[in-house]
C-alpha cells in the first residue's frame, strides 16, 4: 500500500475511533439522564424538573424548580454541585431534607466525567447523565 494511502487510512481510522468513544461515553448520554430523571426525581420535581411533582402536596417544604439553577447561580449551571447534591454521600447536602440519597442506590454504576472546569469526576452514570441533562433544560434567564 502506498504511504499516502495509509496514513490516509490511518486518520480515517483514528477519527472514527474518536468519534465514537464521544458517542459512547456513558456518562454522557442525555438519554439515560432524562428516564432517570422521570423515574426517580419527576415525582417531586415535575416532569419538566419546574418543582411541581405530584409529591408536592405531601411535603412540607418546597421543592426546587430545577430548569432555574442556572438562573439562580448568576447563569452558570452548577455542575459540580448538582452531582452532589445528587449523589447526597459527599457530606455537602445539609441533613434532615426530604430529597433521598441516591448515591447509595445507583451504586455499582460508575461512572467519569469531566466537570465544567476540566476535573475528572467519578459518580454513578445515572447521576451524570441527570447532571448533564439538568443543565441541557435551563431556563434563559
Ligand atoms: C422525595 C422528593 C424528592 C425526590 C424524589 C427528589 N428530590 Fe431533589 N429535592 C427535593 C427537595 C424537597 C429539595 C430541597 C430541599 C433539600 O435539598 O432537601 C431538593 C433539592 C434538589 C436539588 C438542589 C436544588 C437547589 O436549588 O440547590 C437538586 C439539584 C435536586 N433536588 C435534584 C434531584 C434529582 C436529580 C432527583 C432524582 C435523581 C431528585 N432531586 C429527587 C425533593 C426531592
Known sequence: MPDALRSARAA???????????????????GLGEATFLSSCAGCH??????TGPMTEILTVPVPDLTRLAA?????FPWL??????????????????MPVFGALFEGDAAVADAPDGTPV????????????????????
Request: proline letters at 4%; zero cysteines.
Open 46 to 51: 415535575g416532569e419538566t424538573a419546574d418543582g
Open 122 to 141: 467519578i459518580a454513578s452514570r445515572r447521576i451524570l447523565a441527570v447532571a448533564d441533562w439538568l443543565a441541557s433544560i435551563q431556563a434563559a434567564d
Open 12 to 30: 480515517a481510522l483514528a477519527a472514527a475511533l474518536a468519534g465514537a468513544a464521544a458517542a459512547q461515553d456513558p456518562a454522557r448520554d442525555p
Open 81 to 98: 454541585r448538582v452531582v452532589h447534591v445528587i449523589d447526597g454521600t459527599t457530606g455537602l447536602r445539609a441533613h434532615g431534607g426530604p
Open 72 to 76: 439562580r447561580n448568576g447563569g452558570v
